[in-house]
């Protein structure tokens, strides 16, 4: 083999261990999230809703980091039904502003909401939507976390959640892709610690 094709594909392989190697460190460095959940101002929730279990699975990462309390928003309407017929359904009720009822869930005690939501239709998911009308946000700081599977509006989203929950106070949110969970308790660490929870 040439002797500067021999060095090219040496370098290549020297920059390749590289990169892993600061990949690796930066991980390990953000890997711990220091928070504290059970301060007084800071008594922490994890609420979502999840069809395919998407959101469930970030919503259990932010759990196994934060260890606080998690609670799943559920709706009958759309328990047992393929992804064919609920998005029939879902199409069906956004053009008639239909909100799906919900089981209760008590936030009465908690002033840090995280709120997860697969996005529907470009926007938050019916459940959630129902969830944030139905609870008084007052005092309390939401942080949101979404799942999608094509294109969705970040921003959008950001402020649909202060629309409805008639609260300004809301933290960056995390966004991932449905099929690209690779790396994600990395992305998930990294959110966290930025956005400066304690
Ligand atoms: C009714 C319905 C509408 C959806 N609309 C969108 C959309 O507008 N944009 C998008 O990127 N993904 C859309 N998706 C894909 C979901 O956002 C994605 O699969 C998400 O990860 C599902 O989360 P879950 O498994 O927690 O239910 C839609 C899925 C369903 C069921």
Not at 1 to 22: C, E, P, S, T, Y
Not at 64 to 71: P, R, S, T
Not at 161 to 183: C, E, G, R
Request: glycine letters at 2%; aromatic letters at 14%; one cysteine or more.
């Amino acid at each position: 083999m040439n002797k500067r094709v021999l060095f090219l594909i040496k370098a290549i392989f020297v920059i390749l261990v590289l990169i892993l190697f600061a990949f690796a460190a930066n991980w390990h460095f953000n890997k711990n999230v220091s928070y504290t959940n059970d301060l007084p101002d800071k008594k922490t929730l994890i609420v979502y809703y999840s069809h395919s279990n998407h959101t469930e699975e970030i919503a259990n990462i932010i759990k196994q980091y934060l260890n606080c309390d998690i609670k799943k928003i559920k709706s009958e309407e759309y328990e047992n039904i393929n992804t064919i017929d609920l998005t029939n359904l879902v199409t069906e009720q956004i053009q008639k502003n239909y909100l799906p009822k919900t089981e209760k869930v008590d936030i009465s005690g908690y002033n840090v909401i995280f709120i997860g939501s697969p996005v529907w239709k470009g926007d938050l998911s019916l459940p959630v939507k129902s969830f944030l009308i139905n609870n008084d946000f007052k005092n309390k700081t939401i942080i949101p976390f979404y799942t999608f599977g094509g294109y969705v509006d970040k921003p959008k989203l950001d402020n649909e959640i202060k629309k409805i929950s008639n609260n300004d106070n809301v933290l960056p949110s995390f966004l991932t892709v449905h099929y690209k969970f690779a790396f994600i308790e990395y992305r998930v660490t990294r959110w966290l610690n930025k956005i400066h929870l304690n």
